[in-house]
Structure formats: C-alpha cells, structure tokens
C-alpha cells in the first residue's frame, strides 16, 4: 500500500496580503484549518513555515514541523519547494499538498483525490469551476515530483472542482469567511 502524507507550507508574510497565514479566520489562524484537516485524512502530516508560532501551533496540533531557512523557498515554483520539504519526510510514495490559502476547502474534496491517487494517478489537482488551475490541493507520485517537466504548466491526470476562496486580499478573506 503507498505510504500517503500531507503538506501544508505557510510563509510567515505574503507579499499580496500581510501575516495572511495567520490571521484569525472564524477564530483560529488561517493555517490551522487545513491543518486540522490533514490530521484527519493522513498518518503523517507536515507542515512548513519560516514562523515558528506556525510551526509551533502545528506541532501542538499534531502536526510535524519543517522549518523553512533558505529565503528562496519562499518563493520558488511549488514543484521545487516539494521537493526541498521531501528530504524531511519519510520516503512517501504520494505527498498530497493543502494549500493554506483556502481555509474553506472542502474534506470531501481532498478525500477525492486521495482516492484518485490510491487508484492509480499521478498527480492530481484541484481546480476552480470554469476548469482554470487553482492548487488548493495538488497530489503527486514521488516519481512525478522528482521527473517534472515544467514546475509552471501542470498537467496532472485529473483535476477535481473545488468551490472555496483563494485568499490572497482583504476582500478575499471576507467572501471566504461567508463561506463557514
């Protein structure tokens, strides 16, 4: 049986919307919420941030912390930063990456591609309504992530509709917060 965890990576500061990681988002940081949802779905659930209150708050979760030093991590293509995060873990076959932008994400939603990647795919991605890429969860082989072709064009095997807000403004976080 493939060895499946989870990822979560939070950066300390965004440089669209200040401390979005962790600002209070129905009273509990951004981050947590999907966090806690890992911890429900996967054995093992990482979590990676250059803010040790993330890390710390993760770990007292349950979570394991992976402490993000290199600068650059902060902002290289996803596919690079999975690949930096899996030297951490140990040795998975499938790493299922939660974005913390999307605290509304549905459970449902990432249990449908665990179940994509337990029967057989590659890579799997979720993506908003009218089919144009969105991330808030995105799961791979370790095959997959260590022969990627393009870290800027993805092209999993399947895709899965997924509804919450990508929270990236003011404005983003108060529609998502209709959302709860």
Known sequence: MAILVGLLGAKKHSNRLYGKGWRDFGGKPVFQWNVEKGLKLFDKMYVSSDYDYILDKSSQLGAIPIKR???QLLECPNIDYYKWCYQFM???DIIVALQVNSPTLDIKAIEKVIKLMEM???EVK???KDYTDYGSVWAMTKERLFNYEDPYHAKP???IVERSIDIHSIKD???ALCQL
């Open 126 to 128: 979720t993506c908003h």
């Open 173 to 175: 976080l108060n529609k």
């Open 69 to 71: 030093t290199d600068p």
């Open 120 to 122: 057989g795919c590659q």
């Open 157 to 159: 095997d399947a895709w």
């Open 90 to 92: 140990e040795e998975p």
